[in-house]
């Protein structure tokens, strides 16, 4: 996935919460004429970072993103991020 934007807010204690707007190809799911699914262009996506540092990221810059064990809380179900891949 391609990072295209990036937004943080600092909270009271300093720390820094970001969210990743990527956008990447569609999956071969969406685009299916069988079953009468297009799509033109990207997909793009916001994904919520937290407090992990994200000093080193540029826009412009391929992504993997990998994802931890879900968690289900009383605010409902998450997927942590594991880990942030540079490719490019």
Sequence with gaps: ????????????????????QVTE???????????????????????YIGDIDCSELKIGMELDILYDKAITTAKGTFQPIKRIDILK
């Design 25 to 47: 190809e569609y999956n071969a799911y969406y685009t299916n004429k069988e079953t009468g699914r297009g799509c033109i262009g990207v997909k793009v996506d916001s994904i």
């Design 1 to 20: 996935m391609k990072l295209v934007g990036l937004n943080y807010t600092t909270n009271a204690n300093g720390g820094r919460n970001t969210t990743l």
